[in-house]
């Protein structure tokens, strides 16, 4: 048997998930990591987004007082979750143009509030899938 160690193995944490619209026109693909919001890494990455950040905003992520407060802590989760758990996404533009990947555009696309359910079913879908594959690793374990 030979190998081909030059060909890039498929991702084994990655899912594609295509999203539509509720009038049934798509809105684009993405591809993703299994998430969870329990995981330490996870928790680790925003300990080290907050790193970044300046005192008082770090004092508005930890205790928001405000609606832009909360809107600012929703934006900065949102800017964490795109840089670490979408690996790539095509977005449908005007015309059936499709948007290649960028965190920028993504960034500046979810923070349109009508566009944030979007995100939330991207969200959702990384949580799942995480979710089931922790429960068939568990179900191979007991058999």
Do not use: C
């Not at 890494?41 to 008082?56: F, N, S, V």
């Amino acid at each position: 048997m030979t190998y081909n160690f030059k060909k890039k193995a498929p991702r084994k944490d990655t899912i594609e998930h295509t999203v539509y619209h509720p009038d049934g026109d798509e809105i684009g693909t993405f591809t993703i990591k299994y998430h969870l919001q329990s995981d330490p890494r996870w928790t680790k990455r925003l300990l080290d987004m907050k790193k970044l950040l300046k005192p008082a905003d770090v004092r508005r992520l930890e205790n928001p007082k405000t609606e832009e407060d909360i809107l600012f802590t929703r934006q900065q989760s949102m800017n964490a979750f795109i840089d670490h758990v979408i690996v790539d996404s095509k977005l449908l533009g005007e015309g059936e143009e499709v948007i290649p990947h960028s965190a920028e555009m993504l960034k500046e696309y979810f923070a349109d509030p009508e566009n944030f359910w979007v995100f939330s079913e991207i969200d959702q879908t990384s949580a799942e899938v995480a979710n089931f594959r922790i429960e068939q690793a568990e179900d191979a374990k007991n058999d």
